[in-house]
């Protein structure tokens, strides 16, 4: 999916219809990650069409819309743009107005909080607040969880590229590979979601950190990667360095880079405990997908692998 | 929403039943963030009874499912179990073989992905691919945007706290605070969905940056925060960092808190462009949102306030 967003000015946001194509209507009365998110996996599934511009798509993220004027507003304007709405909206009333006006505009309107969260009701034995996030008299309490998630996040920072190899036996996550295998993104997101990660850049000629093998192995990641995708992306990034003739050379040379790699597969091999994540045409996503699976399995051992959280 | 995760050793990610609470699957045959995410959402509907733990909840997450074995093997194991199931699959027979073994089972079940698949597809007038993320055949360029959102991170990282202010220039969004403020995650946060983030910390006693006043104040963010809640986040910080008599008593005591939090509003009132934004209460997500949308806003005029990307 060819994505380009607003902060590269390529698009003017308040006037799409010029464009072409379709629109997407995102509404929320909170953030709108969640239709966001939803609706790009959706997107996922029409992308054969999307990337080569067979039916273009825009979509457009209203975000905070907690009055009901305001949300008359927008379905209004998505029935004159020919848009669909996908909407969020946690109190009842406001999801209902939201039904009836797009029945009466005639907007395809989709409802994606309602449905699971009515599930989700009748699974408890309770009722739905009917608070959005962020409405007042909300307990949103600073929880053991939202610290341990910042504590991770700065830790992650802090070891990026092989910095304090001292700290190694403290990540919960070490990731290890050549470079442009995705360990620095894919750091960040896994610290997200809570893990202490450090990543340790395997470079030929170089030793990799004696606490690298001193560390529990069962908390080491190898990140692996075909050669033709590593050096289209080690272009890129020289292009962005800037780095020209030499450096550039020996960087995303074909022949180097198959060497780097049998490098780092050796190592591997000397460290079976170690899983190979192969990292080719994997989103960050997907690879933390991946990564997080197997440390949950070792980590518990269960015959159905499943990562679990209590609420 | 006090939230453990398995990575604290805190439950045995097998054996939820002896537990008590209520389990939900959540079901992929992708990375399974997406039913997470909107599951995360729904339960906030439920908060006021998750917190003082009146209904205990569990969510467990099954990635990467893309045969109908494994698949059964869950939806049945939820029946035992008692767990409702939450799922996205792409395939429709899948999703249909999922739908007809809750039925069979009486598992109550909620498909996340069909309705708003089908709804976009009406939209476009074309039918989606069936084909999961990840699935052979599928066309997984490294995006413009791919590499886009790698430099941001990799660009955010470098300019944590204030390192390197000659880079302020380059940033597109800068974002500056106390202490505590949030400022590291945040930055984290936008960078990853695109935005190069510097942050500058605001220490009393240390002269901000010239550059802060340098660059275009449009990309000038200011971060402010209840000073009890402040005080409750620095003493948490203190623990962390093991900080011990001097050092605690001036980062953590209420009179230095109130003070540089003056000086803080000081220097935002003397640069009136800097929207300021209050953080007190807010998840990183839900100040993130706010500071796109003005972010957006400020770029684009719009009548209607939307954050728009095409694909
Ligand atoms: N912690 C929460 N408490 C209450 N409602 C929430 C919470 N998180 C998300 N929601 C609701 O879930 C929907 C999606 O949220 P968002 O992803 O912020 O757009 C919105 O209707 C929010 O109001
Ligand atoms: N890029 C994509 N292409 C095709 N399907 C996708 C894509 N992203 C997500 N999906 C589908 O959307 C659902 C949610 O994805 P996930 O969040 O990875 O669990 C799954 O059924 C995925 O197969
Ligand atoms: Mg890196
Ligand atoms: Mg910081």
Redesign the interface.
Known sequence: ??????????????D?TD?G??S?YMVSD?????AE???T???????????DR???????????IDDVE?LM??IK?AAREGA?V?Y?L?ESSMAESARQACKIWEV???D??S???E????????S????P??APG??????????????A??FT?KQ?DGALPQNLHKA?IVLTGVSRT?K??LS??L?????KVANVPLVMGIKAPKALFEIDPEKVFGLTINPV?LQ??RW?RAK?LGFHGEAKTSYSEMDHIRKELEYASTLFAQNPVWPVIEVT???I??T???IL?LY?DR?????????????
């Open positions: 999916t060819v994505q380009r967003e607003e902060i590269d000015d390529e698009m003017d946001g308040c799409v464009e194509g379709k997407i909170g953030t709108g990650w969640t998110h939803t609706v996996a959706a997107l996922g599934q029409f992308d054969y069409c999307l990337v067979g039916c273009p798509v825009s979509t457009h993220l209203f975000s905070g305001r507003e927008i304007q669909m996908v969020t946690a395809p309107c989709t994606i909080l449905p699971i969260t599930a989700v009701a009748n699974h408890l034995g309770v739905p607040s009917g608070l996030r962020g909300r307990n949103s309490a600073l929880s053991e969880d939202y610290f341990k998630r910042i504590e996040i700065e920072i990026d919960d995705g620095t993104p960040i997101y610290a997200q979601k809570g893990y995708v289209t992306i890129a962005t045409g994997k989103a996503e997907e933390a997908a991946v699976r949950q980590k518990n051992r269960c015959s159905m692998p499943r990562i679990s959280k209590r609420y």
